[in-house]
């Protein structure tokens, strides 16, 4: 039986050249992301090579995050969740004096709370093999000026990932930092510059691969050198 992966953020960047990859290799997909119309479009390319249920909307949402596991449910058995989708919350990011924190809370609601629900509500449909693979970011562990909101999100995105590890030892449970890319969240977190130098998303999928497909110990990694730390 063909495995299925869950996949949030997966109409662009990294989350699509992930999906188009395991697409590729026979995983059954589940994918989300806001936007309806290129969402959709994914679910038509990605169709040619697997079964594919993509369900647009917010992973902040209760029901949205029910919507998705009902469909890994239907597609199953569910083997990989991944944790991609993360929001900036502003462009260009403010200072922390100045971060309004209406916005901060929503960047902590997509970027930690929608992760945890997720991986909360799909529990009873992951096996003793199965792959939890939370995206983080080197801002989640250095102090970088104007990334409070978004890097201290990461950071506690990684702390969840390494007590659930703890708590869950049959899962392989994943925190990675997927290395710099020229990603549209790249493009916003730093406006008006050219990022073309910057490698495009694919470069970082096979570490992930590796990851989803392999057996290493749960853990944080470089997806683009496969680094390991405490």
């Known amino acids: 039986m063909a495995r299925t992966a869950l996949i949030t953020g997966a109409s662009r960047g990294l989350g699509l050249a992930l999906s188009r990859a395991l697409a590729q290799r026979g995983w059954n997909l589940v994918l989300t992301a806001r936007h309806a119309d290129a969402l959709e479009e994914v679910r038509l390319e990605l169709s040619?090579?697997?079964?594919?249920?993509?369900?647009?909307?917010?992973v902040s949402s209760e029901a949205h995050a029910q919507a998705l596991v009902h469909?890994?449910?239907?597609?199953?058995?569910?083997?990989?969740?991944?944790?991609?989708?993360?929001?900036?919350?502003?462009?260009?990011?403010?200072?922390?004096?100045?971060?309004?924190?209406?916005?901060?809370?929503?960047?902590?609601?997509?970027n930690v709370f929608a992760p945890l629900r997720l991986i909360q509500l799909a529990a009873p449909l992951l096996?003793?093999?199965a792959r939890v693979l939370n995206l983080s970011?080197?801002?989640?562990?250095?102090?970088?000026?104007?990334?409070?909101?978004?890097?201290?999100?990461?950071a506690a995105l990684e702390q969840l990932s390494?007590?659930?590890?703890?708590?869950?030892?049959?899962?392989?449970?994943?925190?990675?930092?997927?290395?710099?890319?020229r990603t549209q969240m790249h493009q916003?977190?730093?406006?008006?510059?050219?990022?073309?130098?910057?490698?495009?998303?694919?470069?970082?999928?096979?570490?992930?691969?590796?990851?989803?497909?392999?057996?290493?110990?749960?853990?944080?990694?470089?997806?683009?050198?496969?680094?390991?730390?405490?």
């Open 48 to 58: 040619q090579h697997t079964r594919v249920s993509a369900l647009p909307g917010d």
């Open 71 to 110: 469909a890994a449910r239907a597609l199953g058995p569910l083997e990989a969740l991944v944790n991609n989708a993360s929001t900036l919350g502003l462009s260009p990011q403010p200072s922390l004096e100045h971060f309004p924190l209406e916005t901060f809370e929503q960047v902590y609601r997509v």
């Open 127 to 129: 096996g003793s093999s």
């Open 137 to 154: 970011s080197d801002a989640g562990v250095e102090g970088y000026a104007g990334w409070g909101g978004y890097g201290s999100s990461k």
């Open 162 to 181: 390494k007590v659930l590890a703890v708590e869950k030892p049959e899962w392989r449970v994943y925190w990675v930092d997927p290395g710099d890319m």
């Open 188 to 230: 916003d977190a730093f406006p008006g510059e050219d990022i073309s130098d910057r490698p495009p998303p694919e470069v970082s999928v096979p570490g992930l691969l590796r990851l989803l497909e392999g057996d290493l110990p749960s853990g944080r990694y470089q997806a683009q050198n496969m680094e390991v730390s405490a």
